[in-house]
């Protein structure tokens, strides 16, 4: 009798062990690059990478449980001003796993995401409350989480056909809250960079409902069924390439089949290393002509 009640508290204790584990949706790491600041300011940061990561990385951001998605967060510092007011570049990588047939084979990642942030600016200071709010918005913390969740949209659209809807609306939502400063938010200041929201309302907008099947058929259709049918697979990432091209064919001044291009054009050559026909290259400059460069040196690479 005992025995069994004492059997009974340990899974009682394991249970709710369990249900007080948080879900990590991000696993991300931070770089700070503050070169260009002074002493005083680099100081000022001197917590600034562990606040980030343990803000990114312990919030909820995906409505389920997932497999933590890999981050990379770089900022580069440029200049700071006495009232806590910094200027910076972002750069943001995403990653996921590659579907492996064979669980002991090395796992391989995809990027989902690259983007080059050039107009961030925000307050930081040490007494910085970390506490996720999706009500009010923050110069720094809302930037944040406004890339946390661009990167969970595009994460599930590699899995299902529009899948990161809800997290692409969430990122809007930020963008249209009230600020004192739209630097880099709903402006960009020229250039062909794209503000914030306008990242989020391209991939919102019917428009591009074919980048966002075709994004899903590369990752999805492509590279994860390139170990369970090749030959099916390599069709799939040809079709979805054409998609992308495509789009980017029609609306010329649109932002995301760039993005995607500029992150995968290594990826999408390398891949067809082993098509085993090199003519097809060709094709991949057709499709991609701003990266023939990467195309013609892979190529050649063999």
């Excluded at 000022?44 to 981050?71: C, M």
């Amino acid at each position: 009798m005992q025995n069994k009640i004492k059997a009974t508290l340990i899974i009682l204790v394991w249970l709710f062990f369990v249900s007080t584990i948080k879900a990590q949706d991000l696993q991300v790491e931070v770089i700070v690059n503050d070169e260009n600041l002074t002493t005083e300011f680099k100081q000022r940061l001197t917590n600034f990478k562990q606040n980030v990561e343990d803000y990114l990385n312990g919030n909820k951001w995906h409505e389920k449980s997932i497999p933590p998605v890999k981050a990379t967060f770089n900022f580069n510092f440029r200049s700071a001003s006495g009232l806590d007011r910094y200027d910076a570049q972002l750069f943001v990588i995403a990653q996921r796993e590659i579907y492996r047939t064979d669980k002991r084979d090395p796992i391989v990642y995809t990027t989902t995401f690259k983007f080059l942030d050039d107009r961030v600016s925000f307050n930081y200071n040490q007494n910085i409350q970390f506490i996720k709010n999706d009500v009010i918005f923050d110069s720094f913390l809302s930037l944040l989480d406004y890339y946390a969740y661009m990167i969970m949209g595009y994460d599930e659209d590699s899995y299902f056909p529009r899948g990161g809807n809800v997290y692409f609306q969430k990122a809007l939502q930020i963008c249209n809250k009230p600020k004192s400063d739209n630097r880099g938010w709903t402006e960009t200041g020229g250039g062909t960079r794209p503000s914030r929201l306008q990242l989020a309302q391209e991939l919102l907008n019917p428009r591009f409902d074919d980048y966002r099947r075709g994004f899903f058929e590369y990752h999805w259709m492509g590279l994860d069924s390139l170990g369970i049918n090749r030959t099916n697979a390599y069709n799939n990432i040809l079709r979805a390439l054409t998609r992308i091209s495509n789009v980017k064919k029609r609306e010329v001044k649109s932002f995301n089949p760039d993005i995607f291009f500029d992150a995968k054009a290594e990826e999408i050559a390398t891949t067809f290393l082993d098509y085993g026909d090199n003519s097809i290259f060709n094709k991949l400059i057709e499709l991609d002509p701003a990266h023939q460069r990467i195309y013609e040196q892979i190529r050649d690479s063999r």
